[in-house]
C-alpha cells in the first residue's frame, strides 16, 4: 500500500480497486447500530483545513473518528497561522504532536508534496489549489461504480470549469486509470487543453454539451468558481447557463440509465438546474454519503497496517 | 509466528470423504446439542470459515429438514495484530436478514490456534448486536492457545509443534477437499 495520497496519480488500478472495494465493506457499517471499527484505536489523525470546507472536513472527520482514531481539526482562522507561522512551522508542530496522518486543504497547489517531505506521518491530499482533490474522484468513482455496475468503458462528460477544478483533474487521472473514457465539456477558455493531455492520454474534449449528452452514461457538472476568476472567462453567467449548464430539457437528452453528478457546492441555476439537481437521477446526496465510506478506506488501508 | 519454507515436508491429515464425514459429525453435534437447531444463525469467519458453514448448513438440512440462516463475519478490523502486519484487505460482513438479536450464533473457523481470531470475532459481534449465546465450532483444533477460549465442537484435534503449520484447502475456493500438516515433520 501507498503511505501518502497527494495525487490520483499516486494511485494505480489495483490499488485504486482496493480502496473502492473497501468502501463497499465499510458503507456496510452506515446501517449498524454500532457505527465505530476499533482499527485505528490510538491513531491521531489531523485535519489541517487552510481553506473553507463542509463536506470534505466533516466527512474526514467523521470517518476518522467511526474508525475509532483521535481527531485533532485545525483551521487557519483563530489559529498561529493568522499571526504569519509558515506551513513548514505548523507542520513541525503536528510533527512533534505525534500525527499519524495530516489531511490537509490548502489554497497552493502542491502544498500536500511540501507537507509530505516534513512530516513522518501519512498525508492526504484534502484540495490544494486548482490541482487535485483525489478522494473526490475516489468517491465519484465509488458513486458511478454503485450505480452503473462498472467503471471501465463507461462515458464520463465532466462539464464546466475544468480550469480551476481539482475535481476535473483528479477525475481525468483516476478515471482514466480505471478505463473510463472522459469527455471534459466546457467553454475554450476554461478547458486547459495541453493540461488534459498531459494527465491523460485518452481524455477527450468537447465545446458542445448538447452532442455529447446522448452519449454519456455519467454527467458530472463542476461548480464555476468566481472565487477563483480574476478574468473574465465567459461573456455573462446567463450566457454560461445558456450553453453549459444543465436544465430539464437537457436532462432529456440523456440516455435512460445516465447518472447526474456534482461535487458541491452548487450554483443552482448557474451550472445546474434546480429540477435536475433534485432528480432521481441525481446523486448529489449520495455522493455526500460514498465520500465517509470511501474516507474510511483510505485511512484504513494508509494508517491499519504496519 | 515463524511459516515453515515453502519447500517443508507435509502430511495429509484428511482428504476429501474423510472431511466431509468430518463436517457430517459437526452438524450432528449441533443438531444434538441445540436439541434441533432452533433459533439458530451459523456464522463463517472468513476466508474459509465461510464455505464451511454454508457445508454444516446443507447438511443439518439434509439430516432434519432445518433451515438455518447463514452469514460471515470479517474480523480484519478487529484484529489485535493489524498495526504489525501489512494492511489487509477486508472479506465480507453479511448478516441473515433475521439479524442475531436473541439467537444462538455459532462461529464456524477452519482452524483454532491461538484463539485470537475468536477474541476479535466475539468484540465484531457485540457490534452487530446481541446473541443469547455464542458457541464456536471448529475443523480443526491444533492447541496451542493463547486466550481462555474453547470450541463447542472440534472436526479434529491435531496435536502440532509451534514450528509446524495446518493448512485447511476447501474445494469452493481452493478447488480440492484436504487438511495438511506442514514442516516439522522428518
Known amino acids: 500500500m501507498i503511505k501518502h495520497l497527494r495525487s490520483a496519480a499516486d494511485l494505480d488500478a489495483a490499488t485504486a480497486t482496493l480502496i473502492l472495494d473497501t468502501a463497499a465493506e465499510m458503507a456496510a457499517l452506515s446501517g449498524r447500530e454500532v457505527k465505530k471499527l476499533p482499527a485505528l484505536r490510538g491513531r491521531t489523525v489531523v485535519n489541517l483545513f487552510y481553506e473553507d470546507s463542509t463536506r470534505t ?8 473518528k467511526r474508525l475509532s482514531a483521535d481527531v485533532i481539526n485545525f483551521s487557519a482562522k ?15 508542530t503536528l510533527q512533534a504532536m505525534g500525527a499519524d496522518a495530516v489531511v490537509i486543504r490548502h489554497s497552493a497547489s502542491g502544498a500536500p508534496h511540501r507537507l509530505s517531505n516534513w512530516v513522518d506521518g501519512s498525508v492526504v491530499n484534502a484540495g490544494d ?28 462528460a465532466v462539464v464546466g470549469d475544468v480550469l480551476h477544478s481539482r475535481v476535473a483533474r483528479s477525475n481525468v487521472l483516476l478515471l482514466s486509470t480505471l478505463g473510463a473514457e472522459v469527455t471534459l465539456v466546457g467553454p475554450p477558455t476554461l478547458i486547459p487543453v495541453d493540461i488534459v493531455a498531459a494527465l491523460s492520454k485518452t481524455a477527450r474534449v468537447s465545446y458542445d ?18 472565487e477563483r476568476m480574476q478574468d473574465s472567462y465567459f461573456p455573462s453567467a446567463r450566457e454560461y447557463s445558456r450553453r453549459y449548464g444543465l436544465d430539464v ?21 448557474m451550472e445546474i438546474a434546480p429540477e435536475v439537481a433534485d432528480s432521481p437521477r441525481s446523486t448529489i446526496v449520495e455522493q455526500v454519503a460514498n465520500g465517509v465510506s470511501v474516507r474510511m478506506a483510505v485511512l484504513y488501508l494508509l494508517l491499519g497496517g504496519k | 509466528m515463524a511459516q515453515p519454507r515453502a519447500d517443508a515436508p507435509s502430511k495429509i491429515i484428511l ?32 476466508t474459509r470459515g465461510v464455505p464451511l458453514a454454508h457445508r454444516l448448513a446443507a447438511r443439518i438440512h439434509a439430516f432434519e429438514g432445518v433451515e438455518i440462516p447463514v452469514g460471515s463475519l470479517d474480523i480484519t478490523l478487529y484484529r489485535d495484530d493489524l498495526r504489525l502486519n501489512a494492511t489487509r484487505a477486508l472479506g465480507k460482513t453479511e448478516l441473515p436478514a433475521g439479524g442475531i438479536d436473541g439467537l444462538r450464533v455459532i462461529l464456524v473457523d477452519d482452524v483454532l490456534f491461538s484463539g485470537r481470531s475468536v477474541r476479535a470475532a466475539l468484540d465484531a459481534l457485540k457490534d452487530l448486536g446481541r446473541p443469547s449465546s455464542v458457541q464456536l465450532a471448529v475443523l480443526v483444533d491444533r492447541g496451542h492457545r493463547q486466550l481462555p477460549i474453547r470450541a463447542d465442537y472440534v472436526g479434529k484435534n491435531i496435536p502440532t509443534a509451534l514450528s ?23
Open chain 1, 129 to 156: 489549489g486548482t490541482h487535485e482533490h483525489p478522494t473526490q474522484a475516489l468517491l465519484d468513482a465509488y458513486t458511478m461504480r454503485s450505480r452503473l455496475g462498472r467503471l471501465d468503458g463507461l462515458k464520463v
Open chain 1, 57 to 64: 472536513r466533516i466527512s474526514f472527520e467523521a470517518a476518522a
Open chain 1, 249 to 269: 430539457t437537457r436532462m432529456r437528452k440523456l440516455p435512460e440509465h445516465a447518472i447526474v453528478m456534482h461535487p458541491g457546492p452548487m450554483n443552482r441555476g
Open chain 1, 78 to 92: 483563530g489559529s498561529s497561522v493568522s499571526k504569519g507561522e509558515s506551513l513548514k512551522d505548523t507542520a513541525l
Open chain 2, 164 to 186: 509446524e503449520s495446518v493448512k485447511v484447502t476447501l474445494t469452493e475456493i481452493d478447488g480440492a477437499d484436504e487438511v495438511k500438516l506442514i514442516g516439522g515433520l522428518k
Open chain 2, 15 to 46: 482428504a476429501g470423504s474423510d472431511l466431509h464425514r468430518v463436517v457430517d459429525r459437526i452438524a450432528h453435534q449441533i443438531l444434538e446439542k441445540t436439541s434441533g437447531a432452533t433459533g439458530t444463525v451459523l456464522l463463517g469467519i472468513p
Open chain 1, 209 to 226: 454539451l448538447d452532442s455529447v449528452l446522448p452519449d454519456s452514461d455519467v454527467v458530472m457538472m463542476l461548480r464555476v468558481q468566481t
